[in-house]
């Protein structure tokens, strides 16, 4: 038997049932389909932290005041203003690996232009402090060299600032308040949108470092110089574990702290965040996965048991094709075939109702969803191969049948 | 008495030879059933045999094992030359495909399918070319004088009609030896006389066909008669006499039925 007769054959059968191969179909439809949403679903949350990660900058540290354990009423880390200007300075000198420094402060005021105001938190930035957050300007030349030298009240606000206070009108060398000081807006950012955190990335307002010391921080004890961060951007990222073990290593010998003593500051690695939750990602699509797994395995017991009953109605039939020269091989080939257009017809329908699924989750839902074509490539080979795995003890045994007994059996 | 010239049969060897061909159904067990005892039968190409027996002589049996449907316990049978115990399931298979065409007494036709399908169904199992099978199949209904039912499934024809389109199936393949099994026990009297009449005419164009029947009558429509009897088998009509004891004959005995 030719395979075109074993398919002609096969689909004839399936026609004359049509009604049981679909509902026995139904089975793999459903798996196939829950796959591709599942997967979708779970591999647009990855795409989506990958998205934060390339937005955070993957080859940054993070360098906080304080100790990275410290528990109790010490507070939060950045809170104890350990760290100096001459820290940043330092690091830009003497860690080849380092690109970008720029150290900071941050607080919150509130600001107010003409009838609108807008509470909001500032920070109190240096140069690099754009290159390593990937800011970019929309408008306005930004703040220049001159800005920080001369602590210009110079002010550079987000999109979601400029919209709450602006609206409408043009941001751009207008005055507004922040706190009781008079700033000129000199750049408008460039739209982030919402961060792989769900914060609004956009709500900010930077103003140089010198300017946020003298005019915004206020007397709130800090030393001189002090500064609650330094954000540090290391040139290459395979480099950033040796950069953030030298950057340790210069502050513990510049802030005198003893082998074994505590550090008084910690570094963060943007990237130890992100692995934790591509790990739970991982965890969640492994998950899913195996949920879709068993609803294959569900829907290929379907099969199999639907196709026993076949063999066993049909089985004057195969006494008879066995009669008229049909060997076992062709018997088992027929049968075989019948599984599996049963479980591909459902891999082709359930990836369809998939591929809808998950375009409909992206569209209604609010979970981030990524359609990966090897993903329905691979549910529909999967199909086939439920087909071809469930189908065979039927087939084998319809092959075996004894053509004498095949042709008597009453029914 | 046999059609074939006598040179050819030196050249050829018969077409069912077998020698002390022996079934038991569960042997060893108390429900050890001798179906055929040591049964020595020739048949040379182009005879027509009846063999005839009661229900549960094993005539039945007999014909399973001529048609390679069913494995002696011993003795040798040879189809066509070929030691059918050699073979393995897929070569019976093609043996089958090759030289054997089945005529049933229930038709055993695929309801699904009209006649024309039916018929053609063996010729997939023998690669036949796919343009060429719908044309052969349409000659073979038209053989049994069924040219206008090729449509027609098997639940819209006549019992007699059904019978002609497993004929035409049986031979569509064009096998040299055609076994019936008591091809007229399903129809009536008059449609029975023509699928006898079909035989005849397909005798006459050089079948071998080897008829299973209880009906005396019906088997003397053959060359050549055989008679089982309790497994043992007599050859020549003067068994039927002696055969026809009076469950022999029974018209109401179920035909066919097995050991």
């Not at chain 1, 969803?369 to 065979?392: I, P, Q, R, Y």
């Not at chain 2, 060893?28 to 045999?49: K, M, N, P, W, Y």
């Not at chain 2, 053959?222 to 007599?234: F, Y």
Request: a negative charge; charged letters at 20%; glycine letters at 12%.
């Amino acid at each position: 038997m030719t395979p075109s007769d074993i398919l002609r054959t096969s689909v004839f059968a399936l026609r004359g049932n049509w009604m049981r191969s679909t509902l026995t179909s139904l089975g793999v439809i459903i798996g196939i389909a829950a796959v591709i949403v599942m997967v979708s679903v779970g591999q647009g949350t990855q795409a989506e932290i990958d998205k934060m990660v390339s937005g955070l900058g993957s080859n940054r540290l993070d360098i906080s005041g304080g100790a990275p354990n410290q528990g109790g009423v010490r507070g939060a880390g950045g809170s104890n203003a350990t760290l100096t200007d001459a820290d940043a300075k330092a690091i830009r000198e003497q860690v080849p690996e380092v690109q970008y420094v720029a150290a900071g402060n941050r607080g919150n005021a509130q600001l107010v232009y003409a009838e609108n105001n807008w509470s909001t938190s500032w920070q109190g930035v240096q140069p690099d402090f754009f290159d390593i957050n990937g800011w970019k300007l929309a408008s306005g030349d930004g703040l220049v060299p001159g800005d920080y030298s001369s602590a210009a009240k110079s002010v550079v606000i987000g999109e979601t600032v400029r919209r709450e206070l602006f609206a409408d009108e043009d941001a751009l060398g207008q005055s507004v308040r922040i706190g009781k000081v008079p700033f000129k807006v000199v750049g408008v950012l460039a739209e982030k949108g919402q961060g792989g955190f769900g914060q609004d990335q956009d709500d900010v307002v930077m103003v140089p470092l010198e300017t946020a010391r003298r005019r915004l921080s206020g007397a709130n004890g800090a030393p001189p110089g002090s500064v609650r961060q330094i954000a540090v951007g290391v040139t290459r990222a395979e480099d950033l574990p040796v950069a953030q073990e030298e950057i340790e290593a210069l502050l513990r010998e510049r802030h005198r702290i003893q082998p074994g003593g505590e550090d008084d500051f910690s570094v963060r690695n943007i990237s130890e965040i992100v692995a934790t939750r591509t790990a739970t990602t991982r965890i969640m699509s492994l998950l899913l996965g195996a949920v879709a797994g068993i609803s294959l395995i569900v829907g290929g017991i379907g099969i199999m048991n639907i196709m026993l009953v076949s063999v066993t109605e049909r089985i004057r039939e195969i006494g008879l094709r066995m009669a008229v020269g049909a060997g076992p091989r062709d018997i088992q080939r027929q049968f075989l075939t019948e599984a599996m257009l049963i479980s591909f017809g459902g891999g082709v329908i359930g990836s369809l109702i998939g591929i809808a699924g998950a375009f409909a989750v992206a569209k209604f839902g609010s979970l981030p969803v990524a359609l990966d074509w090897h993903v329905v490539a691979l549910a529909a080979g999967c199909s086939v191969a439920t087909g071809l795995f469930f189908g065979f003890y039927p087939a084998h045994k319809a092959s075996q049948l004894d053509p004498i007994e095949a042709l008597r059996h009453q029914g | 008495m046999s059609a074939v010239p006598a040179a050819a049969r030196r050249t050829r060897p018969p077409l069912i030879r077998t020698e002390g061909l022996t079934k038991v159904y569960h042997p060893g067990s108390e429900a050890e059933v001798v179906a055929l005892d040591r049964c020595d039968l020739t048949i040379e190409h182009g005879e027509f045999v009846s063999i005839m027996g009661a229900s549960g002589s094993g005539k039945s049996t007999l014909m399973n094992i001529l048609g390679c449907l069913d494995r002696p316990s011993g003795g040798r049978c040879e189809i066509d030359g070929v030691d059918v115990a050699t073979l393995d399931a897929e070569e019976t298979a093609r043996l089958r495909l090759e030289k054997i065409g089945f005529v049933f007494q229930g038709f055993n036709l695929l309801s699904r399918m009209d006649a024309l399908h039916n018929v053609m169904m063996p010729l997939a199992y023998a690669n036949a070319p796919l343009a060429e099978r719908a044309d052969r199949a349409r000659a073979a209904l038209e053989a049994v004088g069924l040219g206008g039912r090729t449509q027609h499934k098997p639940g819209e024809m006549s019992g007699g009609q059904q019978q002609r389109v497993s004929i035409a199936r049986a031979l569509i393949n064009n096998p040299p030896l055609l076994l019936a099994d008591e091809p007229t026990g399903a129809l009536d009297s008059k449609t029975g006389a023509e699928v006898l009449a079909l035989f005849d005419d397909l005798r006459s164009k050089g079948h071998t066909i080897v008829l299973i029947t209880h009906d005396p009558e019906i088997a003397r429509h053959a060359g050549r008669i055989c008679v089982m009897k309790d497994g043992v088998l007599h050859e020549g009509e003067h068994h039927l006499d002696a055969h026809a004891a009076p469950h022999g004959l029974d018209p109401h005995a179920p035909p066919g039925a097995g050991p």
